[in-house]
């Protein structure tokens, strides 16, 4: 407030609680506009062995409940009786846990439409982040995360990247994007 922000996004791993979105809500009062942003760190690794780390934007809306609603049908990676919950997160730990990209994809799209609803951020860079080396297994990847991002976390460097197309080779074949 004190800096005239007048749009925030309330940052949390895999889950936003009710009680704490409320709390950041009506601490501000209506001079700030909170976005649920929730972090998710996909099964998917980038070329350093990282977990790709992607946020999911939501409208807020759509309302927290309904959110985590959401979330608590998608499994959580490695786990057939676990899902995206605060609950089973906080069992398992929150370290170990990950998510299957596609999974979480497919659950959203059932329940809310894409850019209206939410939107999906990556860092392209540095930790977390879904650049992959020229390796065709590795590729598929990087692609799948060019293709469903919405926005790009990253610098100078990254805009002049994707402002330009990009090949991919695949055996023979190449793929502009």
Not at 143 to 167: M, P, Q, S, W
Request: negative net charge; proline residues 2%; aromatic residues 12%.
């Amino acid at each position: 407030i004190e800096n005239n922000i007048s749009v925030i996004g309330l940052t949390n791993y895999f889950y936003i609680t009710e009680n704490e979105y409320n709390q950041v809500v009506d601490n501000l009062n209506s001079d700030c506009y909170v976005i649920p942003n929730i972090e998710f760190r996909a099964s998917d690794k980038n070329k350093k062995g990282d977990h790709i780390n992607f946020h999911i934007l939501f409208n807020p809306n759509i309302g927290i409940n309904k959110i985590n609603i959401s979330l608590s049908k998608v499994n959580l990676h490695n786990y057939s009786n676990k899902y995206c919950c605060e609950n089973d997160i906080t069992e398992i730990g929150i370290d170990t846990v990950c998510i299957d990209f596609e999974k979480l994809l497919d659950q959203l799209n059932k329940d809310f439409k894409m850019i209206k609803d939410f939107i999906i951020i990556c860092p392209f860079h540095g930790h977390g982040g879904f650049r992959n080396d020229e390796k065709p297994r590795n590729t598929d990847t990087e692609k799948k995360y060019d293709y469903f991002t919405h926005a790009i976390f990253g610098n100078n460097n990254v805009k002049d990247y994707f402002l330009e197309d990009r090949i991919y080779n695949i055996s023979e074949n190449e793929t502009v994007i």
